[in-house]
């Protein structure tokens, strides 16, 4: 069943982290629906992999976007000049300050939310699909992301450590929210967590988090290429799910499976 369960894991990942719908809560859910021994303990290991491997599936969809920043990143330091890229770098700096500073400050607090915390994840679900759904009645425009909104998306990422908080769906909407073009929100909301995941995973592997006693690399590979190729997916299909406003079909899937976590928590549970 290891086999199996790294690609369920890792399935889960890959489409949730882009899908609007909470990677955190599902796996919360899974846990509690399939019992915590029925699924594999998410060793920080295992997680870190799941996140690499959806982190190089964005760097993968937006390669010209990185090789571009990257570039002109280099250049207006080396030239001391302030282009576009340097702007558009500074802003994804912005956006991960408020994410650093409420991940440091309350980072036990999370791990403790973390606990098959059904009710809470149902009732952010909720909070989730709200936020959906206003997104895609808001009005098309051209606005780029600015310094100020840089920094309300970043706020927003860090609300989204919550479990049942989606992510992408939590900063995608924040930014259509604050008038911002929905194909440059959702480029935005993808490119802004990259650094944030290396950021973490260098965290864990400096601080000597990580348990490579007991490493099965085949568990890991499989639950790799299964959280690349569906995030690989996921990642293009969202994007034109944004820009087609259907964000609607997510807000009403995250009512329905809110609605359900709560009621199991409250009768059966």
């Given at each position: 069943?290891?086999?199996?369960?790294?690609?369920?894991?890792?399935?889960?990942q890959?489409?949730?982290?882009?899908?609007?719908?909470?990677?955190?809560?599902?796996?919360?859910?899974g846990?509690?629906?399939l019992?915590?021994?029925?699924?594999?303990?998410?060793s920080?290991?295992?997680?870190?992999?799941?996140?690499?491997?959806?982190?190089?599936?964005?760097?993968?969809?937006?390669?010209?976007?990185?090789?571009?920043?990257?570039?002109?990143?280099?250049?207006?330091?080396?030239?001391?000049?302030?282009?576009?890229?340097?702007?558009?770098?500074?802003?994804?700096?912005?956006?991960?300050?408020?994410?650093?500073?409420?991940?440091?400050?309350?980072?036990?607090?999370?791990?403790?939310?973390?606990?098959?915390?059904?009710?809470?994840?149902?009732?952010?679900?909720?909070?989730?699909?709200?936020?959906?759904?206003?997104?895609?009645?808001?009005?098309r425009?051209?606005k780029?992301?600015?310094?100020?909104?840089?920094?309300?998306?970043?706020?927003?990422?860090g609300?989204?450590?919550?479990?049942?908080?989606?992510?992408?769906g939590?900063t995608?909407?924040?930014?259509?929210?604050?008038?911002?073009?929905k194909?440059?929100?959702?480029?935005?909301?993808?490119?802004?967590?990259?650094?944030?995941?290396?950021?973490?995973?260098?965290?864990?592997?400096?601080?000597?988090?990580?348990?490579?006693?007991?490493?099965?690399?085949?568990?890991?590979?499989?639950?790799?290429?299964?959280?690349?190729?569906?995030?690989?997916?996921?990642?293009?299909?969202?994007?034109?799910?944004?820009?087609?406003?259907?964000?609607?079909?997510?807000?009403?899937?995250?009512?329905?499976?809110?609605?359900?976590?709560?009621?199991?928590?409250?009768?059966?549970?």
């Amino acid at each position: 069943m290891e086999i199996l369960d790294a690609v369920i894991l890792g399935i889960i990942q890959g489409l949730t982290e882009f899908l609007p719908v909470s990677s955190s809560g599902h796996l919360e859910l899974g846990k509690a629906i399939l019992g915590s021994k029925s699924l594999p303990q998410e060793s920080l290991l295992f997680t870190v992999i799941l996140h690499f491997a959806t982190a190089l599936s964005t760097i993968v969809i937006f390669r010209k976007d990185v090789v571009e920043i990257l570039s002109g990143l280099f250049k207006g330091i080396t030239t001391l000049t302030w282009t576009e890229e340097t702007k558009f770098s500074a802003k994804i700096i912005i956006s991960m300050l408020p994410a650093v500073i409420i991940g440091y400050r309350y980072e036990r607090v999370f791990e403790e939310l973390f606990g098959n915390n059904i009710l809470l994840v149902g009732c952010m679900l909720i909070v989730t699909a709200v936020l959906l759904f206003l997104a895609d009645r808001a009005k098309r425009t051209h606005k780029k992301v600015g310094l100020l909104d840089a920094l309300i998306i970043g706020v927003a990422q860090g609300i989204a450590m919550l479990p049942g908080i989606s992510r992408s769906g939590a900063t995608i909407s924040t930014s259509v929210l604050l008038g911002i073009d929905k194909t440059k929100a959702a480029r935005f909301s993808f490119l802004m967590v990259i650094p944030l995941i290396f950021g973490k995973i260098a965290k864990d592997v400096l601080e000597g988090q990580i348990d490579y006693t007991s490493t099965n690399f085949t568990y890991l590979s499989v639950g790799f290429i299964a959280a690349f190729i569906s995030g690989l997916f996921a990642c293009t299909w969202m994007i034109k799910l944004v820009k087609q406003s259907k964000l609607t079909y997510f807000a009403i899937y995250c009512v329905i499976v809110g609605i359900i976590a709560i009621i199991w928590t409250i009768f059966f549970k």
